[in-house]
């Protein structure tokens, strides 16, 4: 998998937002693709009928895109755009688009996740933290570690005087699966320091439930 990751590094360079792979590690694919041909035997079809041919080739692919946060160091993200910078009131940077694949079913889940964080001496460039987001969700995940793995990046990172972190998202594995409340959203959230405190907390909460003013 090494591959990806010198990639993924000069793509982070250029500054190209979410790291696009359009690379892969060869010798992957093709070990992904063969298991993955034996596992459509498996389900009862044929792997080499027309439409069949080269699926397990896209799905290796793909797979390799959906957990390409393996390749990516969240915290170098952050240290390569940090100031400093006297502001210190809070930070948000809320509905982030959100997708994960879940660890027990490898089924998709995918949802907005809102970021707050009170400056102590330092910020960091806004756009860095969606990517942190993505780096971390690119991976087999649940929704709980993610959250938290967020926060602690940024907390370790960053050392502001607080952190939050709330993640709202569909399970495709509830969704499909058939179980009740289809449609219901997990909700998770994770806080350091003065997000700890009733005031600071709620009104986080109140911002982020919010309407967007765009879009
Ligand atoms: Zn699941």
Known sequence: MALNKQMLE?????????????????????????KYRAILRDLGENPDREGLQKT?????????????????????????AMFHEEYQ???????????????????PFFGKCHVAYIPNGRIVGLSKIPRVVDAYARRL??????????????EETLKPVGVAVV???????????GIQKQHSIATTSAFTGEFNT???????MRLISRSSPVA
């Not at 809070?90 to 490898?106: F, P």
């Not at 009733?198 to 986080?204: H, I, L, Q, S, V």
Request: glycine fraction near 2%.
């Open 167 to 177: 993640i709202e998202a569909q399970h495709m594995c509830m969704v499909m699966r």
């Open 56 to 80: 397990p080739e896209r799905v290796a692919k793909s797979l390799q895109f959906l957990t390409h946060g393996y390749q990516l160091d969240p915290a170098k993200i952050l240290r390569s």
């Open 141 to 154: 995940q649940v929704q709980e570690r993610l959250t938290v793995e967020i926060r602690n990046c940024i």
């Open 89 to 107: 009131q809070m930070v948000i940077v809320k509905d982030i688009e959100l997708y994960s694949l879940c660890e027990h079913h490898v089924l």
């Open 10 to 34: 000069e793509n982070e360079m250029t500054g190209a937002g979410h790291a696009r792979n359009d690379q892969y590690n060869a010798a992957a694919v093709w070990s992904i693709a063969d």
């Open 198 to 204: 009733d005031k600071t907390r709620a009104e986080f």
